[in-house]
């Protein structure tokens, strides 16, 4: 779990005494590729540290079609944060892409440790403050952007998720059909 400690701890250091709190809650686990890791219309109990692997965030409209909203790629925290947070039921799904390697914790669990430990809480703060700054600009992106410099960016912030996953999945993320995103790729010949 070693990763899991360098991950919290390059956000925000926590103290010997708070992972001797915390380590137990966490389990190393798998998730198969196209194995869900939050439902939809299923209220969330756990959220994981993904160490390895590709992981989406998607909801489906009225009339079926997929949206990506979010890849997660490890290492980096997964879960249904708003069910988490509401207990309310989950309206995102999160789905692997990839096999991947989790260690999942019931949330409840460890929030229960906020007042206690101020260093965790403190480390919660910062996970959520990231995950609202990228909502944002992802916001941002979609209104202000065309389809070819969000394509760019992906390929920035994403660089080897597209030998990783099918361009389908990339497609949705930006909002474009796969007709469009193979357009946009025959643009830049490095693909």
């Known amino acids: 779990m070693n990763e899991l400690k360098d991950y919290f701890n390059a956000i925000s250091t926590l103290n010997e005494s708070t992972w001797n709190k915390i380590f137990p809650f966490f389990k190393e686990d798998k998730l198969l590729k196209n194995e869900y890791f939050a439902k939809e219309n299923k209220t969330a109990r ?55 390697v989790i260690y999942t914790c019931d949330y409840a669990s460890l929030a229960k440790l906020y007042d206690e430990c101020p260093d965790l809480e403190r480390f919660a ?43 389908f999945h990339i497609a949705s993320y930006l909002g474009i059909s796969a007709t469009q995103l193979s357009r946009i790729r025959r643009q830049f010949p490095s693909n």
């Open 46 to 100: 756990q959220m994981a540290f993904l160490k390895t692997g590709v992981v989406r965030a998607f909801f489906i409209n009225q009339e079926g079609k997929d949206y990506n909203k979010q890849f997660f790629v490890g290492q980096s925290i997964i879960g249904a944060y708003t069910s988490l947070l509401t207990g309310n039921l989950n309206l995102i799904a999160q789905q692997a892409l990839t096999d991947c």
């Open 125 to 167: 703060r910062k996970i959520a403050e990231y995950y609202f700054l990228e909502k944002e600009k992802k916001e941002i992106e979609i209104v202000l952007l065309d389809a070819s410099q969000r394509y760019v960016l992906f390929k920035k912030e994403f660089p080897t998720l597209e030998q990783l996953i099918t361009q």
